[in-house]
């Protein structure tokens, strides 16, 4: 008897188990959560857990709770893909991420393969979409992109800083070198002569040699192609040497983290970004939720919660969270998000405004005061 009753409860709870499954939906997101990049991992697992918990408060999707599963690719193109298959495995309709282009375009592969829609939060390479592995869909980003980033960088050094001798570095990563690229195309096209381009390695500790050669150059404006860990680093070391360069770069400066690396010297960087959604008046009840948690929705925080926010409201309007479906509702759907209404492109772009330059000042960042 005792044998059946342990069998009977055993099968009791499996059924429990599987019944609770079946009224789920598992998503996900993925990015650095370890590493020197983790502040934006951060970042979109706050705004993931919140987008969550606030569906899951108004009834889920589809009448089903959302499960949240997160990944960590540490910003690598390997893991990233091992990471992909783990999701993929796991059965996530959605994942939001990757936060890195260099892990963003190899994990698309995975997930157009296995049926999982992708979209990105934060990875601004074209390529992510240009060739995107199944162009019909699947494959989306909530931000802009390099070419259109540094386009409006591009400009604004060429007409802005006319006259200053600027020079351009990069990381070689995806990300870094693709927006330095575009950037320094744009400067050219509107009249500048860079007076150097460089790559640097990612990870390093001391840049004292780059920074040597940028003082002997006369360097007065320093565009970096990367990410906020090392710029820091490049810009308090340019200090160390009696520099009063200024540095510019782009997105990947939108973490409070930037500032705790340079301290004082990071007075008076640039940088572009989009509007910050923290300003829309949409935005301000959620912003206020964030904020009474201890949490600052900076950077991409409210971008990840904008790319689940689409995803749920087009498995609504499909009636299902199925693959096919999906994708054909986020090409043809309009969504309200938290950033604004929102459509993607035929490529998978999203159609909100391009980018504004910041100025970080005081240990904070701010629109560029014209």
Not at 259 to 276: E, H, N, R, V
Not at 351 to 368: A, H, I, Q, R, T
């Amino acid at each position: 008897m005792k044998r059946h009753l342990i069998s009977g409860v055993l099968a009791a709870t499996l059924m429990g188990a599987s019944a609770l499954a079946q009224a789920q939906i598992t998503i996900a997101t993925a990015g650095p959560m370890t590493g020197q990049y983790a502040s934006f991992g951060a970042q979109m697992k706050a705004g993931a857990e919140q987008a969550v918990a606030d569906l899951n408060a108004a009834g889920g999707v589809l009448g089903k709770q959302l499960k949240l599963v997160i990944g960590d690719d540490a910003c690598d193109p390997k893991q990233a893909v091992a990471v992909a298959n783990q999701l993929a495995s796991q059965g996530a309709a959605l994942v939001a991420g990757h936060f890195c282009s260099g892990s963003s375009i190899p994990a698309s592969s995975v997930y157009v393969e296995e049926g999982v829609v992708q979209i990105s939060p934060a990875s601004t390479n074209p390529k992510f979409t240009d060739e995107r592995p199944n162009p019909k869909g699947g494959t989306y980003r909530v931000c802009g992109r390099d070419d259109q980033q540094g386009g409006v960088a591009g400009k604004f050094l060429a007409t802005q800083m006319k006259g200053k001798k600027v020079a351009f570095v990069h990381d070689k990563s995806a990300y870094g070198k693709g927006l330095a690229d575009a950037t320094m195309a744009a400067y050219e096209a509107a009249g500048g002569k860079p007076v150097m381009y460089e790559a640097y390695t990612a990870g390093e500790k001391d840049y004292t040699a780059l920074v040597s050669k940028l003082k002997q150059a006369g360097v007065e404006i320093l565009y970096v192609g990367g990410y906020h860990t090392e710029a820091g680093l490049m810009v308090r070391q340019m200090r160390d040497q009696g520099m009063k360069t200024t540095l510019v770069s782009g997105d990947a400066l939108v973490t409070d983290e930037y500032w705790s690396i340079t301290g004082d010297a990071g007075q008076g960087t640039l940088m572009t970004f989009s509007p910050d959604p923290r300003k829309l008046p949409g935005a301000a009840n959620l912003v206020k939720t964030f904020r009474a948690k201890g949490i600052e929705p900076e950077g991409y925080v409210l971008y990840t919660y904008a790319a689940i926010q689409a995803w749920a409201q087009a498995a609504k309007a499909a009636g299902s969270a199925d693959y096919a479906k999906v994708v054909n509702a986020l090409n043809t759907g309009k969504f309200q998000t938290v950033l604004g209404e929102l459509s993607f492109d035929a490529k998978g772009d999203v159609s909100l405004p391009g980018y504004v330059f910041y100025e970080w000042k005081n240990g904070k960042y701010d629109y560029l005061a014209k």
